[in-house]
């Protein structure tokens, strides 16, 4: 298990923008694909980004508005999110690609003028 801490999250209006970060602790980071997941208000948590190696890939829900990047050195994984719509409200999440890992607190993203 590794300790993973989101944060970044906030108020932000319709067709802003946010940068998620996510700390692992432990140096077993890099050797694992990583994931940003999402869990709005009564549904269920879903992947919307995964990075593997150099290989990423996104929800259709988020194509081209969100990019996923890591920094090995750092054991940190990040979200850029553009163009934030309503329905991208939600509390954020980074495990790994499987959800191996214990969940975090995650950091709540809400979307509203």
């Known amino acids: 298990q590794v300790p993973l801490v989101e944060s970044g999250g906030g108020l932000v209006q319709p067709g802003g923008s946010l940068r998620l970060s996510c700390a692992a602790s432990?140096?077993?980071?890099?050797?694992?694909?990583m994931g940003w997941y999402r869990q709005a208000p009564g549904k269920q948590r879903e992947l919307v980004a995964a990075?593997?190696?150099?290989?990423?890939n996104y929800a259709d829900s988020v194509k081209g508005r969100f990019t996923i990047s890591r920094d090995n050195a750092k054991n940190t994984l990040y979200l850029q999110m553009n163009k934030l719509k309503p329905e991208d409200t939600a509390v954020y999440y980074c495990?790994?690609?499987?959800?191996?890992?214990?969940w975090g607190q995650g950091t709540l993203v809400t979307v509203s003028s």
């Open positions: 495990n790994t690609d499987k959800a191996a890992w214990a």
């Open positions: 432990g140096s077993i980071f890099r050797f694992y694909a």
């Open positions: 990075i593997t190696g150099g290989v990423t």
